[in-house]
């Protein structure tokens, strides 16, 4: 079925900020944001189903997507203080945040420190403490381990820009983040193709993607940090995970419902890294039952 979209829109938050907007009732907003190196096109296929439950808003956070960096810093609590600022200017009514990995991170900060504003929860293939023992794929290991290296981050992520084609990027950060590449719809590929294309000549690009690719290492060896922020939570929360995600083993997922048996989870056997976009369907059925059970 084609992706019918609302326009882009633009909210100055120090710069701007760009997002799209589906109608709903006026007494929720879902909060949707996407990780590292992603945009608010991770979202596309279950916000006109959200939109059901009330208003949906997906935004591009400042240095990805098609929101340029404008001198605004990238890391987690620099984005995290860009949502507070969107939540304020654009929501309504119950506001349930909805991340997808780094996204998730920003989710919990947000309602670690800001739990009067955020009714829900929804961590999607969610950045959660580490269990020992357990790790993600070698080849994301590898590539986190140059990021955090002073002049051999910079030299990979340049040349990844610069060698590789939009289409070649797209395709290859699918096949590490979907079990089946193939279960995505060619016209959101071509759109995510367009969007990469257009970044090619951010200058700030490749310094917004390493400068939150740092924090989300740092704030991983913080684990005092990470267990107040996640014992801070006061709103219902839902775990949405792929059993196959090469990011952040389910195991990560499964200790923390462990940990906080009042969460709802849901661990999708046959999914890998993004399930909103592998099977939108059974994500979205699990958001509206949890949704009239925990939250409306």
Not at 102 to 130: D, Y
Not at 188 to 194: A, R, T
Not at 236 to 258: I, K, S, T
Not at 264 to 279: T, V, W
Request: charged fraction near 25%; glycine fraction near 10%; charge should be neutral.
């Amino acid at each position: 079925m084609p992706l019918d979209l609302p326009d882009v829109r633009t909210v100055d938050l120090d710069g701007p900020v760009r997002y799209r907007a589906w109608d709903g009732p006026e007494e929720a907003t879902f909060v949707l944001i996407h990780g590292l190196g992603g945009s608010h096109l991770n979202w596309i296929q279950v916000a006109p189903g959200l939109c059901g439950l009330g208003r949906v808003l997906a935004l591009d956070l400042p240095g990805f997507g098609s929101s340029p960096r404008a001198g605004r810093g990238s890391g987690l609590m620099d984005e995290r203080r860009t949502l507070a600022r969107f939540v304020r200017e654009l929501a309504t009514g119950h506001v349930v945040v909805c991340g997808n990995s780094m996204g998730g991170a920003i989710g919990i900060l947000e309602a670690a420190v800001e739990p009067e504003v955020v009714s829900g929860l929804v961590l999607t293939s969610s950045v959660l403490p580490w269990v020992r023992g357990r790790y993600p794929h070698p080849f994301v290991v590898g590539a986190f381990t140059l990021y955090d290296t002073a002049g051999a981050g910079e030299r990979l992520v340049r040349t990844r820009m610069q060698r590789m084609s939009p289409e070649q990027a797209v395709r290859l950060g699918y096949r590490m983040a979907t079990v089946d590449p193939r279960s995505i719809p060619e016209e959101l590929i071509q759109l995510n193709v367009d969007l990469v294309r257009s970044r090619q000549g951010d200058p700030d690009a490749p310094a917004a993607f390493l400068d939150a690719a740092r924090s989300l290492l740092r704030l991983g060896k913080r684990h005092d940090v990470v267990a107040r922020a996640v014992g801070g939570i006061r709103c219902p929360v839902l775990v949405l995970h792929g059993r196959r995600d090469r990011f952040v083993p389910a195991a990560f997922a499964e200790a923390a419902l462990r940990e906080h048996p009042n969460w709802r989870g849901r661990i999708f056997p046959d999914l890998g890294h993004a399930p909103q976009m592998e099977a939108p369907g059974r994500w979205l059925a699990e958001v509206a039952d949890w949704y009239a059970e925990r939250v409306a």
